[in-house]
């Protein structure tokens, strides 16, 4: 698989595990978004990989799922 790929693949298995911590929680994007002072359309993106993620932003989300930011990349490759 080409690289790039592989970099798409990651960052589209992450945003799947924000998601599924934000549903696991009950919260809506504008309820995250409000939590951790991010834009929810930004965090729609993250959540669906088509954005690369700035570590600050990841810690940020991990912040306002009120989970450790390790928990984001809890996932299989």
Do not use: W
């Amino acid at each position: 698989m080409p690289q790039n790929s592989n970099k798409i693949e990651f960052q589209i298995l992450f945003g799947q595990q924000i998601k599924k911590i934000r549903m696991r929680k009950g919260l809506s994007l504008r309820q995250l978004s409000q939590r951790c002072d991010l834009d929810f359309s930004d965090i729609g993106k993250y959540e669906r990989g088509e954005v690369n993620i700035q570590l600050s932003t990841v810690h940020e989300l991990a912040e306002g799922l009120g989970v450790n930011p390790r928990d984001l990349f809890d996932f299989d490759l």
